[in-house]
């Protein structure tokens, strides 16, 4: 929302405030400002002049050069091409040393041997337009004798007052709760309690004009569900013309370009209360009737840009008994667009389902400033003050007759919220930690437009925000001052500063990962169907691409690790910390945590890869890890596993199948469940006072056996002497029997209380060797 200063001091007087300190006490009272752009630093130096001679250049057959009045004893002489001048013409004078908008600067010199001690400006060099100044041309210079008065502006003044410069204009973020302050009337309300400054909120002045809508115009409404209520009434004998200096400038520092008076007018009190407006020409409307109803399922109009729309069911149309003439809320119908020859208008004014509007335009890819105000929900009050403001401008600038009376239909009542609420100061100043008077919290909510009677507190109709005391506490607490809340009033106590268990734990996957050579990625949440057909599903996607929630994090990695190897990347390891979704019962989908590590290219093989995830794990403090095999679609069928903790699954690994992609190695580990794994910080453990007794042991099993249940096996039979065990070969062939395979393990035995003999290590072994038999039919190799 784009807010003029000049148009905000008509409410609350706010002249000796600095852009910066406008901004920050404004956005320190909740209405965030995102900037600030004080237009008169646009241009420099360039004055309103008159041409008071003009010849011809001596060496060119198109060049002029003028003398031109500036203020000053004496007249300045510019030479310029422009074919649109006479004398007495009333322009801008760009002099020595001046500026143009974009930083252009502007110096004396010579012009084929003469003098010229600045330039005449046009339009285009000024980044203005026809629509700024309607009576002037754009291939010529801007002549403002139509805007100049003598009794406003001298010769000599700063061009940034008629060209309408001299003003600042704050961008604000309006949160979607508060609809209130798009418009220049909400944020007076707040910039005058922020500033504790009077505010001066003049009602309109109802124009009861001649004859009786009711002989003029009916409204029907035949969806009240969509329609709570219809305002509206009739302008005769329009004139459609330029709109005045004040008015178009008003709303192009708003970012809004002038078009006609009756446009402008709609478009100035959308600005100035936040009600949306339209002009339907009279003639256009059949039997001089509206109904506001649903449109027909394949019914199709044009609206004002000229492109046919098909529309169904639950679309509102605003119709006469024929056809529709507008869609409502979003944009009017091009049948019954203002032209240079209308006579006779219905300026409309209503209230439409915000939901109803924002689907409309969403459908039908036609966001307007209309339905992004109707789709955050408006004040139904404020319609009929609304339509008589645009009858007092019209009245004002002499743009049509006034028909008398008003059509005012009601659809469905709206019941308003936050009415007769308990202030609850004892419990406002315990949320908030803070010590302030009932006093200035009757007063702060009283001068935001509250109903206050004793210690109950209505909200007007237009804060639909409000239901509850806690909300009431909101408003005080931001004009109080979030500031000079101290932390520890605010909080009861200082706050304990730090990153949580899965912060602290997250972190550190990132700096394992980043140490063992792999690069961060970061991809969305959002997928499409196929990539998560067990998804949970978006309400209102942005495409078909973006309908579902990951349920896994392997389609994104692999769109990375494909981007990557289009680009030239031939070898890649890649990483990404990020939240898969899973449907549960409850309305929303269940969170999980998970990495993904990729790996691909030159040097990368199974074993490796296994290695680091293995490394990674073991820095992690992730203890019992277990490997057992898996058949997941998405892998490998002989190359993957699952990767278990605390006999918990907590993630899988291996290489993707090579359908999809060929040799390319995927980790993805359940952050959530190795959290819960994650062994406690490592002590100082000593040196071994004693040696080990370290034995091999080669087995012979069948093929079927893996490596993983022999090495449990061996543990489980070892006992507490039985120190470390590690796999290191494994051979088929010659001298082991077919369907076998021979499998061989280092053992290390170590008793922390004596040495141990050969005949300990030798029973132990025996042990092993029986346990490995009984357990899974292994016998040792001769």
Same mark, same amino acid.
């Given at each position: 929302?784009?807010?003029?200063?000049?148009?905000?001091?008509?409410?609350?007087?706010?002249?000796?405030? *600095?852009?910066?300190?406008?901004?920050? /006490?404004?956005?320190?009272?909740?209405?965030?400002?995102?900037?600030?752009?004080?237009? *008169?630093?646009?241009?420099?130096?360039?004055?309103?002049?008159?041409?008071?001679?003009? /010849?011809?250049?001596?060496?060119?057959?198109?060049?002029?050069?003028?003398?031109?009045?500036? $203020?000053?004893?004496?007249?300045?002489?510019?030479?310029?091409?422009?074919?649109?001048?006479?004398?007495?013409?009333?322009?801008?004078?760009?002099?020595?040393?001046?500026?143009?908008? $974009?930083?252009?600067?502007?110096?004396?010199?010579?012009? #084929?041997?003469?003098?010229?001690?600045?330039?005449?400006?046009?339009?285009?060099?000024?980044?203005?337009?026809?629509?700024?100044?309607?009576?002037?041309?754009?291939?010529?210079?801007?002549?403002?004798?139509?805007?100049?008065?003598?009794?406003?502006?001298?010769?000599?003044?700063?061009?940034?007052?008629?060209?309408? =410069?001299?003003?600042?204009?704050?961008?604000?973020?309006?949160?979607?709760?508060?609809?209130?302050?798009?418009?220049? #009337?909400?944020?007076?309300r707040e910039s005058a309690v922020t500033f504790n400054k009077p505010l001066n909120l003049p009602e309109p002045k109802s124009v009861a004009g001649t004859d009786d809508v009711a002989n003029w115009l009916t409204v029907?409404?035949?969806?009240?569900?969509?329609?709570?209520?219809?305002?509206?009434?009739?302008?005769?004998?329009?004139?459609?013309?330029?709109?005045?200096?004040?008015?178009?400038?008003?709303?192009?520092?708003?970012?809004?370009?002038?078009?006609?008076?009756?446009?402008?007018?709609?478009?100035?009190?959308?600005?100035?209360?936040?009600?949306?407006?339209?002009?339907?020409?009279? &003639? %256009?409307?059949?039997?001089?009737?509206?109904?506001?109803?649903?449109?027909?399922?394949?019914?199709?109009?044009?609206?004002?840009?000229?492109?046919?729309?098909?529309?169904?069911?639950?679309?509102?149309?605003?119709?006469?008994?024929?056809?529709?003439?507008?869609?409502?809320?979003?944009?009017?119908?091009?049948?019954?667009?203002?032209?240079?020859?209308?006579?006779?208008?219905?300026?409309?004014? &209503?209230?439409?389902?915000?939901?109803?509007?924002?689907?409309?335009?969403?459908?039908?890819?036609?966001?307007?400033?209309?339905?992004?105000?109707?789709?955050?929900?408006?004040?139904?009050?404020?319609?009929?003050?609304?339509?008589? #403001?645009?009858?007092?401008?019209?009245?004002?600038?002499?743009?049509?007759?006034?028909?008398?009376?008003?059509?005012?239909?009601?659809?469905?009542?709206?019941?308003?919220?936050?009415?007769?609420?308990?202030?609850?100061?004892?419990?406002?100043?315990? @949320?908030?930690?803070?010590?302030?008077?009932?006093? =200035?919290?009757?007063?702060?909510? &009283?001068?935001?437009?509250?109903?206050?009677?004793?210690?109950?507190?209505?909200?007007?109709?237009?804060?639909?925000?409000?239901?509850?005391?806690?909300?009431?506490?909101?408003?005080?607490?931001? =004009?109080?001052?979030?500031?000079?809340?101290?932390?520890?009033?605010?909080?009861?106590?200082?706050?304990?500063?730090?990153?949580?268990?899965?912060?602290?734990? +997250?972190? +550190?996957?990132?700096?394992?990962?980043?140490?063992?050579?792999?690069?961060?990625?970061?991809?969305?949440?959002?997928?499409?169907?196929?990539?998560?057909?067990?998804?949970?599903?978006?309400?209102?996607?942005?495409?078909?691409?973006?309908?579902?929630? #990951?349920?896994?994090?392997?389609?994104?990695?692999?769109?990375?690790?494909?981007?990557?190897?289009?680009?030239?990347?031939?070898?890649?390891?890649?990483?990404?910390?990020?939240?898969?979704?899973?449907?549960?019962?409850?309305?929303?989908?269940?969170?999980?945590? =998970?990495?993904?590590?990729?790996?691909?290219?030159?040097?990368?093989?199974?074993?490796?890869?296994?290695?680091?995830?293995?490394?990674?794990?073991?820095? @992690?403090?992730?203890?019992?890890?277990?490997?057992?095999?898996?058949?997941?679609?998405?892998?490998?069928?002989?190359?993957?596993?699952?990767?278990?903790?605390?006999?918990?699954?907590?993630?899988?690994?291996?290489?993707?199948?090579?359908?999809? !992609?060929?040799?390319?190695?995927?980790?993805?580990?359940?952050?959530?469940? !190795?959290?819960?794994?994650?062994? &406690?910080?490592?002590?100082? /453990?000593?040196?071994?006072?004693?040696?080990?007794?370290?034995?091999?042991?080669?087995?012979? %099993?069948? /093929?079927?056996?893996?490596?993983?249940?022999?090495?449990?096996?061996?543990?489980?039979?070892?006992?507490?002497?039985?120190?470390?065990?590690?796999?290191?070969?494994?051979?088929?062939?010659?001298?082991?029997?077919?369907?076998? +395979?021979?499998?061989?393990? *280092? @053992?290390?035995?170590?008793?922390?209380?004596?040495?141990?003999?050969?005949?300990?290590?030798?029973?132990?072994?025996?042990?092993?060797?029986?346990?490995?038999?009984?357990?899974? $039919?292994?016998?040792?190799?001769?």
């Amino acid at each position: 929302m784009k807010l003029s200063r000049e148009w905000l001091n008509e409410f609350v007087a706010l002249d000796g405030v *600095s852009d910066k300190e406008f901004a920050d /006490k404004m956005t320190m009272s909740g209405s965030i400002v995102e900037g600030t752009d004080n237009l *008169s630093e646009k241009i420099k130096n360039i004055v309103i002049g008159r041409v008071t001679e003009i /010849k011809r250049h001596e060496d060119s057959d198109h060049l002029w050069v003028c003398a031109v009045d500036i $203020g000053k004893d004496e007249p300045v002489t510019i030479v310029t091409g422009a074919q649109n001048l006479k004398v007495g013409d009333v322009v801008p004078a760009a002099l020595h040393n001046s500026f143009l908008p $974009g930083g252009t600067k502007i110096t004396k010199g010579k012009i #084929r041997g003469v003098k010229s001690e600045g330039m005449l400006c046009g339009l285009e060099e000024l980044e203005l337009d026809t629509h700024d100044f309607p009576f002037a041309i754009m291939d010529g210079i801007l002549t403002l004798n139509a805007e100049f008065d003598d009794a406003e502006f001298s010769i000599g003044d700063d061009a940034n007052v008629i060209l309408g =410069f001299d003003d600042s204009v704050a961008d604000f973020e309006i949160t979607n709760n508060r609809p209130d302050c798009l418009c220049v #009337r909400g944020l007076a309300r707040e910039s005058a309690v922020t500033f504790n400054k009077p505010l001066n909120l003049p009602e309109p002045k109802s124009v009861a004009g001649t004859d009786d809508v009711a002989n003029w115009l009916t409204v029907e409404i035949a969806a009240p569900e969509l329609c709570s209520r219809y305002s509206a009434r009739v302008v005769k004998n329009v004139k459609i013309e330029p709109s005045p200096r004040w008015l178009r400038r008003r709303l192009r520092a708003s970012g809004v370009r002038p078009i006609n008076n009756i446009v402008d007018v709609t478009n100035y009190v959308m600005l100035e209360y936040g009600q949306p407006m339209h002009a339907f020409d009279y &003639a %256009c409307i059949e039997g001089n009737k509206i109904i506001v109803r649903r449109a027909n399922d394949g019914e199709v109009m044009n609206t004002l840009d000229g492109n046919p729309r098909k529309l169904n069911p639950d679309m509102l149309l605003i119709t006469d008994p024929t056809k529709p003439i507008g869609l409502a809320g979003v944009m009017g119908g091009e049948n019954s667009e203002i032209t240079d020859d209308t006579k006779t208008i219905v300026l409309e004014s &209503a209230t439409f389902n915000g939901t109803s509007v924002r689907k409309t335009a969403l459908a039908l890819g036609m966001r307007t400033d209309a339905s992004s105000r109707f789709e955050k929900g408006l004040d139904i009050d404020n319609t009929v003050p609304a339509v008589e #403001r645009a009858c007092e401008l019209i009245s004002q600038l002499g743009a049509g007759e006034i028909v008398g009376g008003i059509s005012d239909v009601w659809g469905s009542k709206i019941e308003k919220s936050g009415q007769n609420l308990q202030l609850e100061p004892n419990k406002i100043n315990a @949320l908030l930690g803070t010590n302030i008077s009932t006093e =200035f919290m009757l007063k702060t909510l &009283a001068d935001l437009g509250f109903s206050v009677n004793g210690e109950k507190v209505s909200a007007p109709s237009w804060r639909s925000d409000i239901e509850h005391w806690t909300d009431l506490s909101e408003e005080v607490a931001r =004009f109080w001052g979030y500031d000079v809340i101290e932390e520890s009033e605010l909080l009861g106590s200082p706050a304990e500063r730090g990153l949580t268990v899965s912060q602290k734990f +997250k972190s +550190k996957v990132k700096e394992l990962a980043l140490s063992l050579g792999y690069s961060e990625t970061m991809t969305y949440s959002l997928t499409d169907a196929v990539n998560a057909p067990d998804g949970p599903e978006v309400i209102n996607p942005l495409g078909e691409d973006k309908s579902r929630m #990951r349920t896994s994090m392997l389609p994104s990695m692999l769109e990375v690790v494909k981007r990557n190897i289009d680009y030239g990347n031939a070898n890649g390891k890649l990483f990404e910390v990020a939240r898969v979704y899973w449907k549960s019962e409850d309305s929303l989908p269940v969170e999980q945590e =998970f990495l993904i590590l990729a790996a691909y290219g030159a040097g990368v093989d199974f074993y490796g890869f296994k290695g680091g995830v293995e490394e990674l794990l073991a820095k @992690l403090r992730i203890g019992d890890i277990t490997w057992e095999a898996e058949q997941n679609p998405s892998y490998h069928p002989g190359r993957q596993a699952k990767i278990k903790s605390g006999g918990n699954l907590a993630g899988v690994f291996g290489q993707v199948h090579p359908s999809i !992609a060929d040799g390319v190695y995927v980790a993805e580990i359940n952050i959530n469940e !190795a959290i819960r794994y994650q062994s &406690a910080e490592p002590t100082y /453990k000593p040196l071994p006072k004693y040696p080990a007794v370290l034995r091999d042991l080669a087995l012979v %099993c069948d /093929k079927s056996v893996t490596v993983y249940a022999l090495e449990n096996a061996i543990r489980l039979s070892g006992g507490k002497l039985l120190e470390s065990v590690e796999f290191f070969d494994l051979y088929e062939g010659p001298q082991v029997p077919e369907g076998k +395979k021979s499998v061989a393990f *280092s @053992l290390q035995f170590r008793d922390a209380e004596r040495s141990l003999t050969d005949e300990i290590a030798d029973e132990a072994m025996s042990k092993i060797i029986s346990g490995v038999k009984e357990a899974l $039919g292994a016998e040792i190799r001769k």
